[in-house]
C-alpha cells in the first residue's frame, strides 16, 4: 500500500515597509519588502493589480506580512495588511516623498537578499518616521545613507583628521581611504577631496543648510558608487532626489 504524500511548506510573519511593486503576469504583483527580520524579501502578490491593493504596496508604506512558500528557495507569495499608509501623508510635499522613494530604491539596489540587517532596518524605519513628521529629515537622510555604507563594510571614518589626528575643523574626506581630513593639512589636496559638511561629524553641528545637505549626498553617492553598486548605475529614484533638492532645498 503506497504511503501518503504530505505537502510541507514554509511559512513566517515579519513587519516591514515597502520598497517596491512591479506588474507581474496579468493581474498579481512582484513585491520586494524591507522586513525586520528577514531583510529584503521578495514574494508575489496574487491579484495585487487591484485598485486597493496598489495602494497598499507604494514605496514606502508599512505593512505586516506572512511569506508563504513550498520550499525555502522559492519565490513565494505574500499577504499583507497595511499598518502605516506613510505615502498618502505625503503626496502634497513632493520633495519629502522624494526622499521617502530614494531611501527605498537605495534599500533595494544596495542589500543582498534574504539577509537580515536589524539595526539598519531600525535607522531606515526611523528616517521613514522623520521623513513623515518632518522633523530634521534631511540630515537624518544623509546619515542612514553613512549607515548603510557602515553596514556593508565601507564606513567612513569621520572622528578624526588622518593627517594630524586631530578632532576639530574637519572640512574634508579623503576618496581613497573614507576618512577625514582637517582644513589645514586638506588645503594642498582640497581640488582632490570630497567636502565634508560640519553636521556629519560635529554632534552639535545644528541644522543642516540646503547646500550642506546637497554636499552630503554628494559624499554618500561618491561611496556608494563606487564600493556598493560596483559601477551599476545610481538608482534613479535618487538621482531625482538630488536634483529636486537642488530646484526645491527644504
Not at 520586494?32 to 486597493?52: N, S, Y
Not at 508604506?61 to 505615502?87: F, M, P, Q, S
Request: proline share 5%; net charge neutral; aromatic share 8%.
Amino acid at each position: 500500500m503506497p504511503r501518503p504524500c504530505y505537502m510541507l511548506a514554509m511559512e513566517w510573519s515579519d513587519s516591514g515597509v515597502v520598497l517596491s511593486a512591479r506588474r507581474h503576469g496579468e493581474s498579481s504583483s512582484l513585491v520586494i519588502l524591507f522586513t525586520e527580520l528577514h531583510g529584503r524579501h521578495a514574494g508575489l502578490v496574487r491579484g495585487g493589480q487591484g485598485r486597493r491593493a496598489r495602494g497598499l504596496y507604494q514605496a514606502g508604506n508599512v505593512v505586516t506580512a506572512v511569506w508563504r512558500a513550498r520550499l525555502e528557495e522559492h519565490l513565494g507569495t505574500y499577504r499583507c495588511e497595511l499598518v502605516r499608509a506613510r505615502v498618502a501623508g505625503l503626496l502634497d510635499d513632493a520633495l519629502r516623498l522624494s526622499a521617502l522613494s530614494s531611501a527605498c530604491a537605495v534599500i533595494e539596489a544596495a542589500l543582498p537578499e534574504r539577509q537580515p540587517y536589524p539595526a539598519l532596518y531600525t535607522g531606515f524605519f526611523g528616517l521613514g518616521e522623520d521623513i513623515e513628521s518632518a522633523a530634521g529629515w534631511g540630515a537624518s537622510y544623509a546619515r542612514f545613507e553613512l549607515a548603510l555604507l557602515a553596514e556593508l563594510g565601507f564606513g567612513l571614518d569621520l572622528s578624526a583628521c588622518a593627517v594630524t589626528g586631530e578632532a576639530e575643523d574637519l572640512q574634508y574626506v579623503s576618496p581613497r581611504s573614507g576618512r577625514a581630513v582637517s582644513a589645514a593639512a586638506g588645503q594642498r589636496w582640497r581640488e582632490k577631496l570630497l567636502p565634508l559638511p560640519e553636521f556629519l561629524w560635529r554632534a552639535d553641528g545644528g541644522t543642516p543648510t540646503a547646500d550642506d545637505l546637497r554636499a552630503a549626498l554628494h559624499l554618500t553617492g561618491w561611496f556608494l558608487t563606487a564600493h556598493v553598486f560596483s559601477g551599476a548605475s545610481v538608482p534613479p529614484a535618487r538621482e531625482r532626489f538630488v536634483e529636486r533638492l537642488t530646484s526645491s532645498p527644504p
